[in-house]
């Protein structure tokens, strides 16, 4: 059980249009979701906290604006990076908090190449 | 704001030997988690390992086995028996007991030789 998917796993678009990824649950509610950024050889670095129903938290330096984070539902996520630019090209990863639990459940992370 | 740091940023082992990947951390609070995680090379965060700090007695999952010094903040993750699949970056991440976020340190790429 605990099974996070991202759709979809590698994404290509053009400078200067929008690009969602979707971050599903499959087994499991989860009221909390987080989502990361990865850059090559790096760690991951947390963008944005979503819990359902709410707007999401985002951290320091992360501009709103650019990445939207939609939790529609206990199941699903979404973070739509907006008018997008080759410097947003990067590995996204989420992950999902099942209820009452500590452990984070990741998905296996979306490419997203900007040319 | 808590830290983590991997001082290790690789390490190779010869299969079937042991190897150990330090972490260290620093805070001020007396709950909270600790965590190995595993990225092979598709990416994949896997979970290989956590400790509640609460808990005296080190955590063992197979293999794979930590030092927790609580007093030191240290917590190293020792891989027996090493094999060529465990091959990846390993990050070791905190967890604060009232907080839902995790702080990752930069990570340890271990190489497995055969």
């Known amino acids: 059980g605990a099974v996070v998917s991202q759709h979809p796993s590698w994404v290509i678009c053009k400078s200067g249009t929008s690009v969602k990824i979707e971050c599903r649950s499959l087994?499991?509610?989860?009221?909390?979701m987080f989502w990361y950024r990865q850059f090559p050889k790096q760690s991951l670095m947390l963008m944005a906290t979503?819990?359902?129903?709410?707007?999401?938290?985002?951290e320091q330096g992360v501009e709103k604006d650019k990445f939207l984070i939609n939790h529609a539902s206990l199941t699903l996520s979404t973070l739509t990076v907006t008018s997008a630019h080759p410097e947003d090209s990067s590995f996204y990863i989420c992950?999902?908090?099942?209820?009452?639990?500590?452990?984070?459940?990741f998905g296996p992370g979306t490419r997203l190449t900007v040319t | 704001a808590q830290t983590v740091t991997q001082s290790q940023p690789e390490m190779s082992v010869q299969e079937a030997e042991t190897v150990t990947l330090s972490c260290t951390y620093d805070t001020s609070e007396s709950d909270y988690y600790l965590f190995w995680y595993k990225q092979p090379p598709s990416r994949q965060m896997i979970l290989v390992i956590r400790q509640e700090a609460y808990k005296q007695q080190n955590a063992t999952e197979n293999r794979f086995s930590v030092n927790f010094q609580k007093a030191a903040k240290s917590f190293s993750l020792k891989i027996s028996d090493s094999q060529l699949g465990d091959a990846a970056m390993y990050f070791c991440a905190y967890k604060e007991g009232g907080s839902e976020k995790l702080v990752f340190g930069k990570g340890t790429k271990l190489t497995v030789n055969p």
């Open positions: 979503s819990n359902e129903g709410s707007k999401a938290t985002y």
């Open positions: 087994d499991f509610q989860a009221t909390t």
């Open positions: 992950s999902a908090l099942r209820d009452r639990g500590f452990e984070q459940y």
